[in-house]
């Protein structure tokens, strides 16, 4: 504290206080992180080093996002920058470099979306960029003016010119793809006419007519690399027709996949062809039919019976458990009640013994007071006489009073314990109660079912065809007369039961319902000319296998015509599956945006 005699501070003394305040309070807002930012942003406007400048401003942005000065600061930064940049793009535009002044023209439009020299320029710029592109579409150099369109699109997409120039450079592409296409048709090189044609349907579609050469040749190439199948009417030595008719050579071009080249023909093949002839002959077709005799059991109710009540063993086993778990929660119910009443009389003579101390203290205390007033009545003035010393009604029973404290406490705690245990007891009570009045609900004995087995005859009626095919499958390449043939049996089945009707125990009648031998024989041979069908497609797969490891060989250099050739055949002979090594690579040599597209998809 300040004594009283200190002297007051003079006005001169206290205005040096005030400044000195105030520089100090200026002094420690400058070291905050807002004006630092402020300030460097300043520092790096006045030496137009716009970025460091606008990320200064930005910063203190983040400290303050409300503060008008530095929005207004960094709103001026940007316009200022945005003439800079403005400045450079119309240098660049002066020189003639349109593509260099475009991106600047844009950024200064993006730092200042007012800056309307900035956006007139820009559409000049565009504009005199379609011209050039334009220009370039007319002499023909169709990459060059794609570009520009392109780039002129990238800044403005509804640019009118510059979509429709889009749409002639596709068009020039297309009857360029198409023109080539056609020179590679007349050529006989009808693997790279074909992705020509794709190519020029895919630059604009409609623009020529691609996708219908594009047909024609893919069918040209696929008659060219047909796998031929030489067949003719099945031979009917076991006279039976149906039979023959399903391994007719419809037949088994329709069980063929169809995307792949496979042709099945009746006539004489061309010479050195890849395929296989096929020679068939029905030998023999067996019906076999047979009944056998067996027996099966129905399961029927013959009368009730009465029988103890599972339930009620079942209700007074819980009941019993409930009754001795009531008795364990009682016996400590009990456990506790004695606790709590020993506990309860401890705490009253406690309070008895704490009680009298309180009464002798008080009385001390009384007799310490009326002696201390007799003898200041005696003393003399200034004097405190030594019967008045305050230790005489010091407290006297801490011990006792700590005592009472904690019997207190103990008795409180068995209280909770005690009326913890009731509401325990309570609730086992009314469980044990419950399984009383489940016990006795439970009526002493129930019905049970008696069941008997009652046999009966059962007929198995069993209808099978069997018929014998013998195939001769030989490479054109080969002699078909040194044709080991290879014969089958191919077996077509249908069983069914039939009973009686016994309505004394419940069994419905059953007729046979089997299939007729018309049916079973057509799916004999049905079953005979898909297991024809899948030889002859071992023989297709190791051909075009050939063809494929042939084309993965050339695959270095995949933009090659003759490689090119070879892997645009191994392609549609693998139509179900393409092989995906050679179709990317062949796609990517030839810019196709969708490989699919050779397949005609």
């Not at 009253?348 to 002798?360: F, I, K, M, T």
């Not at 007799?374 to 003393?379: H, T, V």
Request: with cysteine.
């Amino acid at each position: 504290m300040r004594s009283s005699s200190a002297p007051p501070l003079s006005p001169l003394a206290r205005r040096l206080g005030l400044l000195a305040l105030t520089v100090f309070t200026l002094a420690v807002a400058g070291c905050s992180p807002f004006a630092r930012a402020i300030k460097e942003g300043d520092t790096f406007s006045a030496q137009q080093k716009w970025a460091e400048a606008e990320d200064a401003y930005l910063r203190a942005l983040a400290v303050e996002p409300g503060d008008a000065e530095a929005k207004a600061k960094l709103l001026k930064l940007r316009q200022q920058w945005s003439a800079d940049v403005f400045q450079a793009a119309k240098a660049k535009h002066a020189e003639g470099d349109l593509a260099g002044a475009t991106p600047l023209l844009v950024r200064a439009l993006k730092l200042d979306s007012e800056n309307n020299d900035a956006r007139t320029l820009l559409a000049q710029t565009l504009d005199a960029r379609v011209e050039v592109a334009q220009k370039a579409l007319k002499e023909e150099r169709l990459q060059e003016a794609r570009a520009e369109f392109d780039a002129v699109l990238a800044v403005d997409e509804g640019h009118v010119a510059a979509r429709k120039g889009v749409s002639a450079v596709q068009k020039a592409l297309a009857q360029r793809w198409f023109g080539t296409a056609q020179r590679l048709e007349e050529e006989g090189k009808l693997g790279n006419a074909l992705l020509a044609y794709v190519r020029a349907n895919q630059e604009q579609v409609g623009a020529t007519p691609a996708l219908e050469r594009a047909e024609v040749v893919r069918r040209k190439l696929q008659d060219e690399i047909a796998f031929l199948v030489v067949t003719g009417p099945a031979e009917d030595k076991a006279e039976a027709p149906d039979v023959a008719q399903r391994l007719s050579p419809g037949r088994l071009s329709a069980l063929l996949p169809q995307e792949v080249p496979i042709r099945v023909i009746t006539t004489e093949a061309p010479k050195d062809h890849e395929g296989v002839r096929l020679g068939l002959s029905v030998e023999r077709v067996m019906p076999v039919k047979s009944v056998e005799q067996a027996q099966k059991s129905q399961r029927y109710l013959v009368t009730n019976k009465a029988v103890p009540n599972p339930r009620r063993l079942q209700t007074e086993a819980s009941l019993l458990e409930q009754e001795r778990k009531l008795e364990d929660v009682e016996r400590k119910l009990s456990g506790v009640l004695r606790d709590y009443l020993r506990k309860q009389d401890e705490l009253a003579q406690a309070r008895e013994v704490a009680g009298r101390c309180r009464s002798r203290e008080r009385q001390a205390c009384s007799t310490a007071l009326a002696e201390c007033v007799r003898a200041f009545g005696q003393s003399k003035p200034g004097e405190v006489p030594k019967e008045c010393s305050p230790s005489r009604c010091n407290p006297q029973c801490e011990a006792e009073e700590t005592a009472l404290s904690q019997r207190a406490s103990a008795a409180q705690e068995l209280e909770r314990r005690l009326e913890a245990a009731q509401e325990g007891a309570e609730t086992q009570r009314r469980e044990v109660q419950r399984g009383r009045d489940a016990y006795y609900r439970e009526p002493l004995t129930v019905d049970e079912p008696v069941y008997a087995d009652y046999p009966y005859d059962v007929e198995l009626h069993r209808l099978s065809i069997t018929a014998s095919v013998t195939e001769r499958l030989v490479a054109l390449s080969k002699d078909a007369a040194v044709a080991s043939p290879r014969s089958g049996d191919y077996a077509a089945m249908h069983e069914d039961s039939a009973n009686k009707a016994y309505d004394k125990v419940g069994v419905l009648a059953d007729p046979v319902q089997l299939r007729t031998e018309a049916e079973l024989r057509v799916e004999a041979g049905d079953k005979a000319m898909e297991s024809i069908a899948q030889r002859v497609m071992e023989h297709f797969d190791v051909y075009r296998q050939r063809r494929v490891e042939d084309a993965r060989r050339g695959m270095v250099r995949p933009s090659a015509e003759d490689v090119v050739e070879t892997a645009v055949r191994a392609l549609l002979l693998t139509a179900d599956q393409p092989p995906q090594d050679i179709l990317q690579s062949l796609s990517q040599a030839r810019g196709l945006t969708r490989p699919e597209s050779i397949y005609g998809r």
